[in-house]
């Protein structure tokens, strides 16, 4: 029986298109590839096959190579030439490796700075002020004590937040508040803003809007502003060796800021200055938390109302170094940290 004519050519075109597709790997993107302005050449038979169907194949001519184009659907891709007519094979055993680990860059955790802890920190603050209020009694040159408030169940008196980490940075943001007395009866309020900085360890702020009134806060109000400048310890995620200087904006001559402290009215004028020391309160579900050893009682100290320490009948006991906490708490590696004027050993208790 003899076969027609239309179907030996599509016979033709089946095996120049699909062996082609089947049996040799192709080059896409070689500039070499569309070198013939028309992928058919020397093949004009193709022309009759319209690109109709996607993913349809059909022979090229590739520069005297062999070729392939497929359909998208609109057209005829550009020819892919046949590489040799040798096969290619690619190595994908990498893909299957389980020690191939990426780093990213990832925004860094309080763990990664240094031991720096994001949070609401509270703690005490003290010193002395000389206020223009005084020449009124007159007394001018009267120093009169300063301590915070502090209201059971609150936040202390001294308080402010450590804002987290953001885009990897290590300095981080704070915002707080002082909220006080001078001589107990007069209030004494300033807002602090600043920065702890993670590498160096070190805490640096502005005090402002502060206010010292006469019984009343806002009462004949003198305004001053200042500086607050202390140290982070990273074991027990504590800021210490605070110390503050304020200078009265509002007084007759206005003061200034010391150069050094102590500060000296007849040298700087009216203001003050202090110590200070803050810390995170006293997380009371953390399961490692104890009580205190015998002849120690859990109370507030120099760390605001909400940080438990073991204390003593003469408060947390004083330090010059953390061999005299070893004295007190032998064998629980207790450091001495400076919290006011004194330092103290900070160990840490359940109530």
Known sequence: MGISTPLVALAVL????????????????????S???N???GNPSLNLVDCRQPNLTRACNCNGMPGRQVCDGAGWKPCECAMGGAAVSFDLEGNNRTDIKFVWEKTATSEDLGGCLPGKYEGTFGGIYWSYIATLAPIEDLAVPIANVDIPGQPSGFHFTVEPAQGGETVLKIKGEMVGTADLVFPFTASVEGELDCKAKTFNARMGNGLYSVLIEGLVAQQFVGVMTGQYDTRTHT?????????????????KQAPALPREFDRDGFGGFGTWAAALP?????PQLAAC??????AAGPLGPNKHLCTSLLGVPGCAS????DLHFPGERV????????????????P
């Open 282 to 286: 006293t997380n009371l579900s953390d």
């Open 293 to 298: 050893p015998q002849d120690y009682a859990c």
């Open 239 to 255: 800021f210490v060796n605070g110390v503050w200087d304020v200078w009265e904006t509002s007084g007759v001559p206005p003061g």
């Open 322 to 325: 953390n061999a005299d906490c």
């Open 335 to 350: 450091n001495c940290l400076q919290t006011s004027v004194f330092s103290t050993c900070i160990k840490e208790c359940k």
């Open 35 to 37: 070198a013939s302005t």
């Open 14 to 33: 089946c095996m120049l298109g699909c062996g082609a597709d089947a049996a040799t790997p192709m080059s896409r993107g070689n500039a070499n590839a």
């Open 39 to 41: 992928p058919t050449s």
